[in-house]
């Protein structure tokens, strides 16, 4: 009787790691074809920042026009990014990407864009890229009423065109 329990037992732990190998190698394949997808020249298109309340409610949102954020990002092997600024400074950086849950992200380690070295890569295909990242308690101006208001949350959506 212990010798099934034991064979069970063994079959669970097969099954397990079999499941934990093919998940990890669909994660390296997801990661390979977003790096491949990455590269060559990104333009900036849009950025917005969208603002939330402690409930997760949409408070307010904006499209962000501050001067010398990236306006292109080319990304070469190596894995490194050349980032060029409204003021047309360009600033190099090494970056990885990650896999964390589902989600895959990419990190900047020698730059920040609006301030954010992470950014979640919510959305790339087709020549398209989206970036998202989170920010708490952030205080922002309402344009309609002129009054500052902190948001418990915002994320910032940046939408990238490959050239």
Known sequence: MTSSKSLARYGLLILFIV????SCKKDGA????ISEELRGKWNVQSNKMIYY??????????ILERPGDATEVDF???????ILSKSDQSISTTYKLTQEKKSVYIELHEAEIFDAKKWEISDVSAGKLTWTANFPNVKYEDKETGEIVEAYNAE??????KQ
């Open 53 to 62: 309340d402690e409930s997760g409610q949409k408070e307010y949102e904006e």
């Open 19 to 22: 499941i934990a190998a093919i």
């Open 156 to 161: 910032l959506i940046l939408d990238l065109i």
């Open 30 to 33: 997801q990661l390979a074809r």
């Open 76 to 82: 070469t092997i190596g894995p490194k990014a050349n």
